[in-house]
């Protein structure tokens, strides 16, 4: 049960990492004038989102799924309950941040700069969030 909190919490400090970082990479390629610093930054975009972010989401939630199995009775905790309302919020934000990176990096989308600010203001706020509900357990 210890390794799969283990795993839990280090899969979800690289998706919280890849979508931060991810966030803040998006804003300055939407501001880079340059074509060959716009390539650079699209290739980072593409391993940030495929190495680390996703990779540390999928971590994540089987992690999750696999404590709630073993734990079952967790599920009737208030707590728990708020937190996988979180986490349904970062599957959101997540999908909504790749489903930009990758229309930008193919050439195909925009992103503007409110947006960048916003993905990464939300998802700075869930995690605060499931970090309180996770170690306070308040409700």
């Not at 795993?7 to 400090?13: K, R, T």
């Not at 300055?28 to 593409?46: F, I, Y």
């Not at 540390?56 to 992690?63: D, N, Q, R």
Request: glycine share 8%; hydrophobic share 60%; charged share 15%.
């Amino acid at each position: 049960m210890a390794w799969v909190l283990v795993f839990h919490v280090v899969g979800f400090v690289f998706w919280m990492a890849g979508l931060l970082v991810l966030t803040q990479v998006l804003d300055l390629h939407v501001r880079e004038p340059s074509p060959e610093a716009r390539t650079t930054l699209s290739r980072l975009e593409t391993r940030l989102l495929d190495g680390i972010t996703h990779p540390g989401a999928v971590i994540t939630l089987a992690s999750g799924v696999i404590f709630v199995v073993l734990r079952p009775e967790y599920l009737h905790q208030n707590w728990l309950r708020a937190k996988l309302v979180l986490v349904a919020a970062l599957v959101i934000v997540d999908l909504s941040v790749a489903s930009r990176t990758r229309a930008l990096v193919a050439g195909n989308g925009k992103i503007g700069r409110r947006w960048g600010r916003a993905m990464h203001a939300a998802a700075s706020l869930i995690f605060v969030g499931v970090l309180v509900l996770a170690i306070l357990k308040p409700l």
